[in-house]
């Protein structure tokens, strides 16, 4: 019998996942102490009236029927944040639920772009920006993002036939992998640029709650025009604890969000009624656990990145997100460096150049362990000669 599968997967792979995972199962029957700090899974809990708005929902009958949309209720409760975080004022018309960003920027070039348009992309990049544009169909231009541009995109590098040709710009600030934050002075200039070359952008604003050393994380739409030139998913996983209720939103200019919802409503029958009402009672409720956990994030980093510098390796300190980028030590790859990280210190990571070309020469890891774990992690790295 013929393979079933479709000639579109061939663009995808597990690769060098496969071989972490692999290998870490070796270490692990071997006895070997595993820090892993590849996935960016928080390890806090949901506050407990979270948790108490899922049970109590979930514990009517009426609450497993089909949803079919998002509840007025969530809706009213997602604008009422914006207001009170961040200042902007929207309306419920124009923000609609999605599974997780991850699965609202998979699906959203289907909704925005026809086979062909053009999608401009960072590199390094997310996965699921690159993958969403291309099960699109579309043509993809990657912009670069280097360090010594403090990783944001340099505008006027985009060549002018590209930036003509572009329908949708993919931006992403405080940014997984990179770990920075991104100055006021760049989203205007981002919104010029859209502006004048027709470009929509979408943001993705998963860490806006998680940023350090007295930055205050923000909203691209509080820029002024960023509602007539874009949208941005908002979402819930890292700021509440809640990254397997799947809560986010994408959150915009009133055509690009009714294109979403569309489109969805061909393929899906509404985000489950507990969740809504989780989602409601995270919005609605105390956000001094937000600010506190933000606040223990930092001091994971300074565990973390301070300690690796302590032991001679200059590992820069992240501006936002749970994660660090780390420059490899000399002599080594980004792949061959995870590898000998796992091997003599039991300590995973994600290599950089699975985030794109221009993550070659950088590591990813995960803030989550508390700091004395980290410390142990650090001590783990002198101890294995891997920076010798």
Known sequence: MNKIQANRLNHFSTGIFAEINEKKEELIRQGRKIYNLSIGTPDFAPEEHVIRAVVESASTPEAYKYSLRDLPELLEAVADYYQERFGVTITPDRITGVHGSQEGIGHVCMALCDPGDTVLLPNPGYPIFETGAWLAGTEQYFYELREENHFLPVLSEIPEEVAKKAKVMIVSYPYNPVCK?????FYDELIAFAKKYDIFI???NAYSDIIFDGRVGGSFLQHEGAMEVGAEFFSLSKSFNVTGARLSFMIGRKDAVDAMKLLRSQID?????????GAIAALRGPKD???QQCRMYQERRDAFCGGMRSIGWNVPDSEG?????????EGYTSRSFTMALMEKAGV???PGDAFGSLGEGYV??????PPQQLQEVVQAVKESGVLA
Do not use: E, N, S, Y
């Not at 934050?181 to 002075?185: F, G, L, M, S, T």
């Not at 990813?364 to 362990?369: G, K, S």
């Open 202 to 204: 979408l943001h993705d």
């Open 269 to 277: 029958f509404g985000m489950f009624i507990p969740v809504q009402m």
């Open 321 to 329: 997100t749970m994660f660090v980028w780390a420059p490899v030590p």
């Open 289 to 291: 656990g937000v600010k």
């Open 364 to 369: 990813r890891f995960a803030l989550v362990l």
């Open 181 to 185: 934050a991104a100055p006021d002075a």
């Open 348 to 350: 995973l990571c994600t």
